[in-house]
């Protein structure tokens, strides 16, 4: 199999203990809008957008929750037509891909070569968005704009217009531990900048992460705060302990996404 054993491990490993919206709707399924749905967990954060001329999936997730989400998905759309939009290549993200076949499949403007590498040729994309794509489907209007590189090489978002909902795919982990890794090209200053744009760039009320709770405009902040503190932690050993401390109640996976695996990685990257 071509799927990176260490996607499926991150997968696994780190993104099953984002658990806090489960406690209080163990289904995973939050309802933003009589047209909007958010399915959490089971991989990356996905949406489900029913517009009178298409249905939209973002982000497909991994294993059984990707067969889930796709007879959900099936169920709401019934003869209209189904466009999937990938925010970035990461296995928890892609791999129910599979399932859309005939569907256009959007990803970012990744090398083909690199992307072939990573996955299964089932689930890789149709199309490559390279910097923006609009589409106008009637009671939505969807924009995808790729941030590039940031968490991985080629970074996108997606906007509702009219539910002025904004999905920034792992450009934004909510009180999770970001994961960032060289073959993914995660690089943090561009990152901080990605978040800046999401911050500052778009007018949602509502932003859906790719890990952990959905919520407003402080979701990006508080990421872009452990990444400040991360860097000044890096330059001044002194207060390592002190900054890794603030984010203790954050959810890790021990041998890849911790406070301390950032700095090093901070470090390392000089």
């Known amino acids: 199999m071509k799927k990176n054993k260490m996607l499926l491990i991150l997968a696994i490993g780190l993104f099953m203990p984002v658990v806090t919206i489960m406690a209080s709707n163990p289904e995973g399924i939050i309802t933003l809008s009589n047209n909007l749905t958010v399915v959490v967990g089971g991989g990356g954060n996905s949406g489900i957008l029913v517009t009178d001329r298409a249905v939209v999936v973002i982000d497909t997730k991994m294993g059984d929750e990707a067969k889930k989400l796709y007879d959900m998905v099936k169920e709401k759309a019934g003869d209209k037509q189904i466009i999937v939009i990938n925010t970035h290549y990461h296995a928890d993200h892609?791999?129910?891909?599979?399932?859309?076949?005939?569907?256009?499949?959007?990803m970012g403007n990744y090398d083909k070569a690199f992307?072939?590498?990573q996955l299964e040729p089932e689930n890789m994309p149709t199309d490559f968005?390279?910097?923006?794509?609009i589409l106008n489907l009637g009671t939505e209007t969807?924009?995808?704009y790729n941030l590039g590189q940031a968490h991985t090489w080629q970074d996108m978002v997606v906007y509702l217009k009219k539910n002025k909902v904004l999905f920034s795919g792992d450009l934004v982990f909510y009180k999770v531990?970001?994961?960032v890794m060289q073959?993914?090209?995660?690089?943090?200053?561009?990152?901080?900048?990605a978040l800046n744009k999401i911050i500052n760039h778009y007018d949602y009320q509502t932003l859906v992460p790719g890990h952990g709770d959905p919520g407003g405009k402080e979701l990006p902040k508080t990421l872009k705060a452990y990444?400040?503190?991360?860097?000044?932690a890096a330059k001044n050993p002194s207060k390592e302990k002190e900054l890794i401390t603030k984010y203790k109640d954050w959810a890790t996976a021990p041998t890849m996404a911790t406070p301390r695996?950032?700095?090093d990685y901070i470090r390392n990257s000089k």
Request: net charge positive.
């Open 94 to 106: 892609v791999s129910g891909n599979h399932f859309y076949k005939g569907s256009k499949i959007y």
């Open 142 to 144: 969807v924009e995808i």
């Open 261 to 263: 695996i950032t700095i």
């Open 183 to 193: 073959v993914s090209g995660a690089n943090v200053d561009k990152w901080i900048a």
């Open 227 to 232: 990444f400040t503190d991360m860097k000044m």
């Open 115 to 117: 992307l072939e590498k």
């Open 129 to 133: 968005v390279k910097d923006s794509l």
């Open 177 to 179: 531990i970001p994961f």
